[in-house]
């Protein structure tokens, strides 16, 4: 499902030609661990859903409560092996998955859209020339596009200064960069020859944002260790960090979905009668998953919009699903 709609959302740039379909073959190959991870609470709900709903209907489930087998023993199986998958999803997140978005991130700009890739990332800072204009960017917020500390110097046929502009933030707005707290200065052979300050200046660089991108990693593109640098880098640098925190925070809490499924799975689960179709306890998984992956996201949002702490955000829709599937378990009627 997720490689279909990957395809037909960027057909008309893979159908271009032979070589970009064999490069976006390769793109979405690249992609694949990510929806794995993406996926796998979703598919070990609707598997233990599946696995009591056959139980149910062929009596088993009657067999076991005679025996004495209590909710919690038949769980602790379910809930061993979603240990695994908590531990088998975060060495995946960790590991796999931020090399193989970065490479498909730059297949596709570089390889199928043929962005050049003129930018370069050294130090922790943006790099880029353009004719005899050197260009450096402390910090650039993919989440924003925004530019914090840019210095641009403009270069003689002998190399040497003639200008120098610094500007201490810039925002992509309809096409075009405004910068905000302006330096310009000129030089002669004698050093500095004028200096002024501007509140707005437009059109200091003209590159468009994605090509910074190319270079910048989004937190998706990061392991947890290397999301953990960064945000310590921003922080000594002065940048905001709430956003990058819940970015953080949620690459632990999301492994652990794989746990609350379980208590999902048996709160629905148990509750469906022999009477109904098995393919309405499927589709209960489904919207169970579907509800919670909505409210994550809503959560998340308000994280990124410093509504929520970014611990909270992370972490606040796991608690409250996995404190239903609790009271759904109790409330059973053995």
Known sequence: MFITIEFFEHMD???????????????????????????????????????????????E??????????????????????????????????LLVPITLSTAEYI?????KREEPSVFFKNDRIWFKRDNTICNIDFYDVKKDMIRGLTLIELSKDFSIQKRIDAKTGVWRNGSWIFTDVVERTFDGNGI????????????????PSIFKVVEKNPEEMGYQ???????????????????????YNKVSSPFVNLIMVFAAFSVGLRYSKTKHISKGIFSGISVGIIYWFFHSVCLSFGYSEIFPPLFAAWFSNL??????????VTLRT
Do not use: C
């Not at 004495?68 to 061993?80: D, E, R, Y």
């Not at 596709?108 to 199928?112: F, G, H, T």
């Open 61 to 94: 489930m009657i067999t076991i409560r005679t025996s004495g087998i209590s909710t919690a023993s038949l769980m602790k199986p379910f809930v061993v092996l979603s240990v695994a998958l908590i531990a088998f999803s975060f060495v995946l997140a960790e």
């Open 226 to 248: 290397e999301l953990e640098k960064y945000i310590k880098k921003l922080k000594q640098d002065g940048h905001s960090i709430r956003k990058y925190l819940v970015d953080l």
């Open 320 to 329: 409250l699903f996995l404190s239903m599937g609790i009271i759904g378990i």
């Open 108 to 112: 596709y700009r570089v390889k199928i």
């Open 193 to 208: 020859k004028s200096k002024k300050t501007y509140t707005q200046m437009n059109d200091i660089i003209k590159e468009h």
């Open 13 to 59: 740039v893979f159908t271009a030609s032979s070589r970009n379909f064999v490069s976006g073959a390769y793109y979405i190959a690249l992609r694949i661990p990510y929806y794995l991870n993406l996926i796998l609470p979703l598919s070990f709900l609707i598997s233990i859903l599946i696995f009591l709903i056959l139980m149910v209907r062929n009596n």
